[in-house]
Structures are given as C-alpha cells and as structure tokens.
C-alpha cells in the first residue's frame, strides 16, 4: 500500500497549477447519461474518483474515450442501468446514475450507499425528490429499483420539492432527472456550490432549460431530450485551499494558476484572519505568510459559508497556530478522524461532540499516522510539510481520490515529499 514521506519544515514556494474540480466532474460525467450523441469535458482531474465513475458507465455501455484531461462520452447505446453495490461502496458519488438513469430510461437499480469514515450519508433526499418527480421507488436488499415505466409517456413528472437539508449531489441528481422531465421542477432549499453551477451550465449547453443554479431556488423546464456538448471543467475550489493553507503554514509564497478566488471567499477570509496575505487576479491565486499564524475560529456550513472539505486543513493549521480556536463541523456526524493522528504528532485539540477545542503549539513532531478519508489525509499531509522530522503517511489511496499528482506539486514547490509502497 502506498506511502507519503515527508520531511517537515521546507517553506513552499513558487507556482502549481489547480486541476479541475473532482466534484463537478464527478456529476457530469454521469450528466453524459441524459445525451443522445457525444458529450466531451476537457480539464477532467485524474483522480481516482475519476476513474471509478468512467468505469461505471463503461460497464452501463457508454463508450468513454480518454486522451490525458479531454474526456468524450457516448451514451447511444447504453445496456445496463445499474450500479452495483461492489461500485458504489469504492464510490458513493456513484448514485449520481440514479437522476439520469430515470430520466432518459426510466429505470434504475443503483445499490444504497453503506455509510463512510465521516458519517452515515443517507440519500433519503435524493430518493423522495425522485419520488415527487413521480418515480416509483422500493429499497430491496440493499439497492434502490426505481421506475417510471408507470407515468405518462413513462416520464418523470415536473414537480415542486423542498430539501429538508441542504444536500449538493441531491441537488445534482434531481437537476439532472428534471432536465428530461415532463413539465417543469423547482428545487427549493438547493445547494449553492460552484460544483452545483458548473453542472447546471454543462445541462444548459446540452439543450436544458435550467434557471436559478447557484442559488437556493433552481428552476428546470424538461425538454423531450438532451445532445451532447463541449464543457471544460470548473477549477478546484478545494484543491487550491488545501494548497493555499500549505503556503500559508509553512511561511511560503505560492501562487495558484486556474484558480477562481470567487469560489473561496470564506476560505480567504479565514486566511486573512489567520495572517497571511492573499492576492489574486482573474484566474490566479498568491498566497503569502511570515509563517507564525494567529488561531481562527472555524464553523463548517453550506456554500458560500466555510466548506467542511477544509475543515481539516484549517484543524492543522490551528494545530501551530498562536491562541486557541474551536473547529465546529456542522454538516457531517464524524468528520474529526484527522484529530487523533494530529495528536499523535503532538497537536492539543480536544473535541467535545461537534466542537474541537484547538490549541496551538509550537511545533508538531514527524509521525507514522494513517489517512482515514480524502480531507484528513490532506490535513495530515499539511501537518507533516510543519511537523519536526519525518512524517510517513499510510493508506494514501484516500488521497489518490481527490488530488492529482500531490506529491508532484508539493515537490515542484520545495517540499521534500517521496511516495513509498
Ligand atoms: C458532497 O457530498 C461532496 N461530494 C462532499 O465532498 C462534500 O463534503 C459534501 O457535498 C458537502 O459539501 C461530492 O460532491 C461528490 P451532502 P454529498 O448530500 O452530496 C445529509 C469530498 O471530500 N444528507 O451535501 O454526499 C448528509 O448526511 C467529499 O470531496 C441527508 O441526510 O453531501 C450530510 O450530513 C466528501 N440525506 C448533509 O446532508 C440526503 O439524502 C450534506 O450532505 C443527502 C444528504
């Protein structure tokens, strides 16, 4: 199993470029479902994430044609409508078939995704918007056999449907069910994530009828049917904060091409609070600090609140910063596995249900921890570019799934980063 050595304390500077984001291409990769000829995505990250879900419509009869970040789908003849529990336990991004599945076949058997690391992660939202949309839904054994082959002309039905909680691949799923729906949908409560809006404006360029993306009411008139398009992925908001508070811990002076610092202002925010200096143009992002940073107080929400995908990044960066902060993590049950390898490596944080209390301290020391999930292993990585000596990260498939190249770009900007296995 692949390994991360880091040898701490290299202050970062220079200049990487942001991939696209993994999770809109994640929802529009799937959106390739809904187009009768050809979709193609260029900026597509290679991550593993990536890889799974081109798998998954490879196996539905989707022919994918990959040339390094160019991805082209076509969904023509498309024979399989299923995601089998053996691919949505590796991927729980994988229920994002479901949507269009119903929509363009009217029949889907996805299996329910089992819990994660960070919380149990229900889809109940996903699956009473599809219920309201008029599908018929039974949970047997473990997967979701969903219907339309009831309804008029076999068509999902335009409907008016409140979230409950602010959910983004639920808001994704049943925009991109609605774009084929007879009638017209209004998703109330949506999410507001760039992510959202980069797989709205993907629709639109097939022929959707989406108003709203972006704000908490999204508007979909359905159309008879979707074609493919030409769409370049969205940068990573989250990628360029993870890279963005590296620079920040370590005294650095980094600049981030194909970064949009519109898609971050709680991040920068933050970053400004804790000291450092940010600066940006249209597509760039500089990020600069003396290295000694003041504690910020951190409470995860929806966009355009603080992203709970940095939570962890900001728990290491408070793990050396001067004062105490609290980390409130308000949208996942279990998202503090990072804390106890943190505390393994020396860091003061005490965590009382949603709430960990951080202290700093001056310095953390090299370890050997292990990555839980995608986020914490990125917190782990930042605390091992500060930690004194060596620190050697296990299990670093968890990181494979949302940065390209890391240990890559770390090293273009001096850190002393080796993958092992
Ligand atoms: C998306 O997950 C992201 N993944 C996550 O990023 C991100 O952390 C999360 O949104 C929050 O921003 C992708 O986009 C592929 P939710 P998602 O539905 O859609 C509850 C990463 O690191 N909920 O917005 O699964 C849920 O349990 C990943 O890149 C229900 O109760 O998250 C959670 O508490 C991790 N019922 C809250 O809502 C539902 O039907 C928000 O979840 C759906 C969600």
Redesign the pocket.
């Known amino acids: 199993m692949d390994k991360l050595v880091i040898q701490g304390g290299k202050r970062l500077q220079g200049e990487i470029t942001v991939s696209g984001a993994?999770?809109a291409a994640?929802?529009i990769l799937c959106a390739g479902l809904l187009a009768e000829t050809p979709l193609t995505l260029t900026g597509v990250p290679e991550l593993r994430d990536v890889a799974s879900t081109l798998k998954l419509l490879d196996t539905m009869g989707v022919k994918v044609n990959r040339d390094a970040s160019t991805v082209t789908l076509e969904a023509s003849d498309v024979q399989s409508f299923e995601a089998t529990y053996e691919m949505v336990k590796t991927m729980?991004?994988s229920i994002l078939v479901l949507g269009p599945l119903l929509a363009r076949f009217g029949t889907a058997r996805v299996s329910l995704p089992g819990g994660c690391a960070?919380?149990?992660?229900?889809?109940?939202?996903?699956?009473k918007g599809l219920q309201a949309m008029g599908a018929a839904i039974h949970i047997t054994h473990g997967y979701i056999q969903a219907s339309t082959l009831h309804l008029p002309n076999r068509r999902l039905q335009g409907a008016k449907y409140y979230m409950d909680?602010?959910?983004?691949?639920?808001t994704e799923n049943l925009m991109m069910a609605a774009a084929l729906a007879q009638g017209t949908t209004v998703l109330e409560n949506a999410?507001k994530?760039p992510?959202v809006v980069d797989l709205a404006e993907c629709l639109v360029k097939m022929g959707a009828r989406i108003k709203g993306a972006g704000t908490d009411t999204i508007i979909i008139e359905g159309v008879e049917r979707l074609a493919g398009a030409t769409h370049h992925i969205v940068c990573d908001r989250?990628e360029a904060g993870t890279y963005m508070v590296a620079a920040a811990m370590t005294g650095g002076d980094v600049t981030l091409k194909n970064a949009r610092a519109d898609l971050l202002e709680a991040v920068i925010e933050k970053l400004r609070d804790a000291g450092a200096t940010v600066e940006h143009a249209a597509d760039s992002i500089t990020v600069k600090s003396s290295g000694r940073l003041k504690a910020v107080h951190i409470r995860t929400a929806?966009h355009p609140a603080f992203?709970?995908?940095m939570q962890a990044q900001f728990m290491a960066l408070n793990a050396v910063a001067d004062g105490v902060a609290t980390v409130i993590e308000t949208?996942?049950?279990n998202r503090f596995m990072h804390v106890q390898e943190l505390q393994r490596m020396g860091a003061d944080i005490e965590v009382q249900g949603n709430t960990a209390v951080v202290k700093g301290v001056a310095e953390l020391e090299g370890a050997n921890v292990m990555a839980t999930?995608?986020?914490a292993s990125a917190g782990l990585v930042l605390a091992g570019l500060v930690g004194q000596g060596e620190t050697v990260i296990d299990r670093i498939y968890h990181l494979d799934r949302?940065y390209e190249r890391l240990d890559e770009k770390l090293t273009a900007l001096g850190a002393v980063v080796k993958r092992t296995n």
Do not use: Y
């Not at 960070?118 to 699956?127: A, F, K, N, Q």
């Open positions: 993994k999770n994640l929802p729980r991004a960070i919380g149990s992660r229900p889809v109940d939202l996903h699956i909680l602010v959910t983004v691949t639920g999410a994530e992510e989250i929806p992203p709970t995908d949208i996942f049950e999930d995608l986020r949302g």
